[in-house]
């Protein structure tokens, strides 16, 4: 069992950036794909960015070039950092873990509130 918890969400200004951060939990952290998704009101959970064990990273058209996600295997944790923030942003940000191209720990999630 993985339990993830996320950090860093909160209220920032269109432009401004925030990290967030995902500790988790087990010695097998270094095996997973990581990942974070996103939820805005009244929209589909989509995928923000993920970063597989070898550190190749994949990132939604909407966040190329703003968001970096990174991971440190010796503190079981992965980051993504968000510049240049916008409206569209504004969502509840989930850390997850899988492997084999499954998704299978999700964190309970942080607000992260961009506002205009």
């Known amino acids: 069992q993985v339990q993830l918890v996320e950090s860093g969400g909160g209220l920032v200004q269109s432009g401004g950036s925030l990290r967030l951060s995902c500790l988790a939990s087990g010695r097998t952290f270094r095996i997973f794909t990581m990942g974070w998704y996103r939820q805005a009101p009244g929209k589909q959970r989509e995928l923000v960015a993920t970063i597989s064990s070898g550190a190749s990273t994949n990132y939604a058209d909407s966040v190329k070039g703003r968001f970096t996600i990174s991971r440190d295997n010796a503190k079981n944790t992965v980051y993504l950092q968000m510049n240049s923030l916008k409206a569209e942003d504004t969502a509840v940000y989930y850390c997850?873990?899988?492997?084999?191209?499954?998704?299978?720990?999700w964190g309970q999630g942080t607000q992260v509130t961009v506002s205009t």
């Open positions: 997850t873990a899988g492997v084999g191209g499954l998704t299978t720990y």
